[in-house]
């Protein structure tokens, strides 16, 4: 389930829709982590932080934190995150 369509929320406000997020959930014993990224085109603003809310087309939703946003002056901004709580 490495790639799926979702919005980023703001508490009630999308910040982004109809993303490609690259998400990895990863299973160690009875643990489980969630993490990923995706870029973005679009002028808007967003920095490290959080909590923001994943919401996947296939209904799964989470809370993010940004833990890195890398911007190029000719290319997409990469924003990396990591999952808080479950993916589901």
Excluded at 17 to 25: A, I, K, Q, S, T
């Amino acid at each position: 389930m490495p790639w799926v369509k979702a919005a980023i929320y703001d508490v009630d406000k999308v910040l982004f829709d109809n993303l490609d997020v690259w998400v990895e959930v990863i299973q160690e014993g009875a643990l489980k982590s969630w993490h990923g990224s995706f870029s973005i085109s679009d002028v808007k603003f967003i920095e490290p932080g959080g909590p923001f809310r994943l919401v996947a087309s296939d209904g799964r939703r989470g809370e993010i934190l940004i833990s890195r946003v890398s911007a190029g002056s000719h290319q997409n901004t990469h924003v990396s995150f990591v999952g808080s709580g479950s993916f589901a």
